[in-house]
T-cell receptor
């Protein structure tokens, strides 16, 4: 079945450590996105990519980094520079550049301990 | 800039009640409009969409009509079920833009 796979579902990190969240899609979509969701809040865009080897900052990119070396993969690294990293992270993809719906993964819940 | 505003929750209803969740938007031109649903601990799923004025999106008993004159896309369902309890997000996007813009979400709680 086609879809978006995020892993792991739950992740614990010690303060000061970097951690990488995986996102893989087999939908052959060009665009991929990372969102952050905090309790009781909407989704905030971290980074997005419209094409391989290219990506742009979203609204809250500080303390995060991404790569897009392959069309199907868009990993997100939460660095130690991110002051408040505990959140629910959602990866999404869409077929083209806007105008169509996005498809979401099941999310990764990151907790800093 | 483009934005989406939806009513704050939680919305609390009894089973079989009528549901309305308001959503208004600000955008130039002709955005596409969406409703997504998020069940606890999961990602978002597309519920319905409309791509031009006066279009009605519908799915699983939910409906929303794209009203350009009032810049609205209100979500409705005639008879809610306990299983509809979730968070509902209104969103927009425009062709050849880079983002899907979300509202803050509205939590729906349906009690038996």
């Amino acid at each position: 079945d086609g879809g978006i796979t995020q892993s792991p579902k739950y992740l614990f990190r010690k303060e000061g450590q970097n951690v990488t969240l995986s996102c893989e899609q087999n939908l052959n979509h060009d665009a991929m996105y990372w969102y952050r969701q905090d309790p009781g809040q909407g989704l905030r865009l971290i980074y997005y990519s419209q094409i391989v080897n290219d990506f742009q900052k979203g609204d809250i990119a500080e303390g995060y980094s991404v790569s897009r070396e392959k069309k199907e993969s868009f990993p997100l690294t939460v660095t130690s520079a991110q002051k408040n990293p505990t959140a629910f992270y959602l990866c999404a993809s869409s077929p083209d550049r806007g105008g169509t719906e996005a498809f979401f993964g099941q999310g990764t819940r990151l907790t800093v301990v | 800039g483009n934005s989406v505003t939806q009513m704050e929750g939680p919305v609390t209803l009894s089973e079989e009640a009528f549901l309305t969740i308001n959503c208004t938007y600000t955008a130039t031109g002709y955005p596409s409009l969406f409703w997504y649903v998020q069940y606890p601990g999961e990602g978002l799923q597309l519920l319905l969409k409309a791509t031009k004025a006066d279009d009605k999106g519908s799915n699983k008993g939910f409906e929303a009509t794209y009203r350009k004159e009032t810049t609205s896309f209100h979500l409705e369902k005639g008879s809610v079920q306990v299983s509809d309890s979730a968070v509902y997000f209104c969103a927009l996007t425009k062709y050849n833009t880079d983002k899907l813009i979300f509202g803050t979400g509205t939590r729906l709680q349906v009690f038996p």
